[in-house]
């Protein structure tokens, strides 16, 4: 049994920053799951263009609100408490934050915990998946 307390995590190395956003993550490709979870804040305001190439996503919005666009079709759904997307296709796409969101993600294949976004907007595939 894996137990981790988010209080706790926050404040080691399985929290990731970057432009935009902060992920802690709380199981990770070590942690041999088959998938990884974070709990991931969008800052208010931040506009994020992603494209996850190699991963599926999952993401369920605790608190905060915002909105998801297709890069393919344009369409935009507005994300609040309670929502839940997944990106089964790869989807290219934009995160806007019009406040900070608190969001709960899993990755499938599972992320080793240090991942930022590519020029893409993709996660690299850690070597021995690629």
Not at 53 to 69: A, D, F, N, T
Request: net charge negative; glycine share 8%.
């Amino acid at each position: 049994m894996i137990i981790r307390d988010y209080n706790e995590a926050k404040n080691t190395s399985r929290k990731v920053e970057a432009e935009g956003w902060t992920s802690v993550r709380l199981l990770l490709k070590e942690d041999g799951m088959g998938f990884s979870f974070h709990i991931t804040t969008i800052h208010a305001g931040a506009e994020l263009p992603m494209h996850y190439q190699r991963h599926l996503e999952s993401v369920y919005c605790m608190s905060g609100k915002g909105s998801i666009e297709s890069r393919l079709t344009g369409e935009v759904t507005q994300i609040r408490p309670g929502i839940c997307y997944a990106l089964d296709q790869h989807d290219p796409h934009i995160l806007r934050a019009e406040e900070e969101m608190q969001m709960a993600c899993v990755f499938n294949p599972p992320v080793t915990g240090t991942e930022v976004h590519d020029a893409s907007g993709a996660y690299p595939l850690p070597a021995d998946d690629a």
